[in-house]
C-alpha cells in the first residue's frame, strides 16, 4: 500500500496493492493493521454505497458534531473527488484538492474529519464507496456550496451538475458555520 501526498498534508490518496491475472484482480481495501503502519490508525463505524448518474455532484458536505473521516473509492466508473479544508485554524484553511477515482487505477482517498467532502460523476454512473469514522447524523451535517469563488474548485464540468436540493443551498464559504 502506498500513500501520496495531495496539496493537503491531511488528506492522503492511497494505491492499493493489486494482484492481477487472467481471472481479474484481487485488492487489500481495508485492513486495520495495514492502515495502522501506514499512520492512519482510525476505527470506521459505518459504510455507505451511492451510484450516480453522469454529472450528478454531490457535496461539498460535512458534519460539525460527529466529525467524519472518510476513506473513499470507486468500484465502477469514475468520479473527480474533493477534499476542502475547513478548519479555521489551519494554515490550508478554505484550500482544496482533487483526484480522479475510477474503477481501474483503484486508488482511494482518505478525507480526515475537518474538512468538507464531494464528488462529480464523470462516467455514465459510478459506484462510490465511502467507510467513515462516525455516523452520519442529519441534523449535524452541513453543506457548502460546490461553486464557491472563494474556494475555486476546478471541477471538469462538461455541463450544469445535477444537484440535490441540499446541495443547491449550501452556504458560501463565508457564511458556512465551520471547525475551529
Known amino acids: 500500500m502506498k500513500l501520496i501526498p495531495t496539496q493537503l498534508p491531511e488528506v492522503l490518496r492511497i494505491e492499493p496493492k493489486v494482484f492481477g491475472d487472467s481471472r481479474g ?7 486495520r493493521t495495514t492502515f495502522a503502519s501506514i499512520g492512519l490508525n482510525v476505527d470506521f463505524v459505518q459504510d455507505n454505497h451511492s451510484c450516480s448518474g453522469k454529472g450528478v455532484l454531490r457535496g461539498l458536505h460535512y458534519q460539525l458534531r460527529q466529525p467524519q473521516g472518510k476513506l473513499v473509492r470507486v468500484t465502477s466508473g469514475a468520479v473527480y473527488d474533493v477534499a476542502v479544508d ?18 481501474e487505477n483503484k486508488h482511494m482517498l482518505w478525507v ?29 451535517e452541513h453543506s457548502v456550496l460546490w461553486n464557491d469563488p472563494a474556494i475555486g474548485i476546478r471541477w471538469p464540468l462538461e455541463a450544469e451538475p445535477a444537484l440535490s436540493a ?15
Not at 25 to 31: A, R, V
Open 86 to 103: 475547513l478548519r479555521r485554524s489551519s494554515p490550508n484553511f478554505g484550500k482544496w484538492t482533487g483526484h480522479e477515482l475510477n474503477a
Open 25 to 31: 484482480f484481487f485488492m487489500e481495501s481495508w485492513n
Open 112 to 140: 480526515p474529519p475537518g474538512f468538507a467532502h464531494g464528488f462529480l460523476v464523470l462516467s455514465e454512473s459510478a459506484d462510490f464507496l465511502y467507510k467513515t469514522t462516525d455516523y452520519y447524523a442529519p441534523e449535524h
Open 166 to 180: 441540499k446541495d443547491k443551498a449550501g452556504s458560501l464559504l463565508k457564511d458556512a458555520q465551520i471547525y475551529p
